[in-house]
Structure formats: C-alpha cells, structure tokens
C-alpha cells in the first residue's frame, strides 16, 4: 500500500535506489546483509526488503519480525530456512535452491542456514521497516537466574553458556566462536584472507630470489671450483713431465759412459779362436756372436 501524503513532485522524492550501498550487517566479505526500507527509498510503502549473502554453514540467527511477515527467496547457492509453527509446537524445515521460496508468519520463531557458498537470499517483508528480536538478544539479557528458575537448571551453568554471547549475533557463528566454519577456519573474512595471500606472495618471492641467489652462488662455486681442478690438472701434468724430462737427461747423461764401456770392452784382446782353456782352436759352430762387435763370434 502506497504512502498517501507522500508528495510525488518533491525533488527529495526517490524511486531508485543501490541496496549494495546499504549495509545492515557485516560478518565477513562473504557473510552480510543490506537492507531496503522507506528510510533507504522513501516511495517503497508496505515494503522492505533484506540482501542476504552466506557463506556454507552460517546462520542468520533464530530471530522473530515482531511486525511483518517475511518472504524468503533463494537466489544462488541453497539454504534450509527452519520455522517453529506456534500452533502445532513444530519445527519445520524447508529446503531451498534458487528461484524457491519459503514463507514465514509474522512473529514466528524461524531461521535461515547456508547449505553451499555464495548463497544469496532476498527475505521480503510486508512493513516499510523491518523490526527483529535476535535470540542473541533474548539469551544475553535474560539473567541466568530467571532460566534457571523457570527451567529448572543451574544458574552458573546457565550463565557459562551464554557468557560468550556479548551482542547481537545477526549471522552465526561470530567471527570469536572457536568452531568457525571451514571457510572461516582458513581466515576470519575475506580480507584476512586476501592479506595472507598478499603475505604468502611475498614470501614465495622472497624465497624465489633466495633460490635464485643459491642457484648463482652454486655456479660460482662450480665454476671457481673447475677452474682450481684445471689449474691443478696442469700443476700435475707439468711436475709430470718435468719428472720425465729429468729422467731422460739423466739416462742421456747416463749413457756416453756405458758406452765408453762397451767400446773398451770390445777392443780389448781376446782368444776368438781357442777355447777357454787355450788347448784347441774352437769350431765355428760353437762360437757366441758377440753383440756390438761388428757380428764376430767368441
């Protein structure tokens, strides 16, 4: 229903307006809501409207619009919205994937769970601003004694439990439950997330350039290395053969005097054609050639 006194020629008049500049509630980059009343378009009338987005396994918390009936659709990803009928003291369930709606009575306990990433729910409402009562609300304000007088348990139980329920939780769990999320466990939002990206980057350019530099320090050290095996290699060769080198000057040395000997020795006197015992002449067949001798025999 339209707004009657609303003036339709004033310039503050609006028809239009960008919901992703209206922030509700924000959780996370991937768990938070924006929200559309007559205080955000001021010709909307009866309606408003929530922009829900959900990471898997958050929860927008067990709450009540004390004021209006909510129409939730599914737009991506799938979620179960979960309604306590006040009549039948039930508990429903119903499942929803895009393009599917689940409605909620006004002033009905209910809430939503995000069964995949990137769920993106529209919850409409028939009242230009929607009112909410958050369990939260109701379970950190209510003394611990009140519940355990009317339930019958034990106050400081009771206050233990809700001692970490500090605010209004809107989107379950909050960013300080131990039992976050698995997407939630790998950085408390988005931004953490992007911030130990940044700082991983940085640490593997700074490991690339440290490899880089042992990469370049190991071919130094190889390249210093085969230039000092090389430079040994030729220590060795040259000792080698200066040692060759003195043994042949001193076989050269060596043999004028065994040469002398020989030519001395073979110059000499002796009985070529009597035997040892200088009694008879020895036959040719039994002479000895005698080396270095022009082929004489003994």
């Given at each position: ?41 001021n010709t909307l009338g009866n309606t ?44 429903m369930n119903f499942p929803i994937k ?201």
């Amino acid at each position: 229903m339209s707004i009657s006194y609303m003036d339709y020629t004033s310039p503050s008049t609006q028809f239009s307006f960008d919901v992703n500049t209206s922030l509700f509630f924000k959780k996370n980059n991937q768990n938070y809501i924006n929200v559309l009343s007559i205080n955000q378009l001021n010709t909307l009338g009866n309606t408003s409207m929530l922009d829900i987005y959900l990471s898997a396994g958050n929860v927008v918390e067990p709450h009540i619009h004390q004021n209006a009936s909510e129409l939730v659709y599914c737009v991506t990803g799938a979620a179960v919205v979960s309604i306590v009928n006040p009549f039948s003291k039930k508990l429903m369930n119903f499942p929803i994937k895009p393009g599917q709606v689940a409605n909620v009575p006004q002033g009905w306990w209910h809430y939503e769970i995000a069964m995949e990433d990137h769920t993106h729910l529209i919850a409409i409402f028939d009242a230009p601003i929607p009112e909410f009562i958050g369990g939260s609300d109701l379970l950190r304000l209510t003394p611990p004694e009140v519940f355990a007088q009317a339930y019958c348990l034990d106050a400081a139980k009771v206050k233990e439990t809700f001692a970490p329920i500090t605010d209004t939780v809107f989107i379950g769990p909050p960013n300080s439950c131990k039992t976050n999320t698995r997407a939630e466990q790998e950085g408390e939002d988005g931004e953490d997330v992007e911030e130990a990206l940044k700082e991983l980057t940085l640490q593997l350019q700074a490991a690339k350039e440290q490899a880089l530099q042992l990469k370049a320090m190991q071919e130094q050290a190889m390249q210093e290395h085969a230039s000092q095996l090389k430079a040994w290699q030729e220590q060795a060769v040259q000792e080698q053969e200066a040692q060759l080198q003195a043994m042949q000057d001193q076989a050269w040395q060596e043999r004028p005097g065994q040469e002398q000997a020989v030519l001395e020795w073979t110059s000499s006197p002796r009985p070529d054609y009597f035997d040892t015992r200088g009694k008879s002449p020895v036959p040719p067949s039994r002479r000895r050639p005698m080396i270095g001798n022009g082929g004489a025999y003994l």
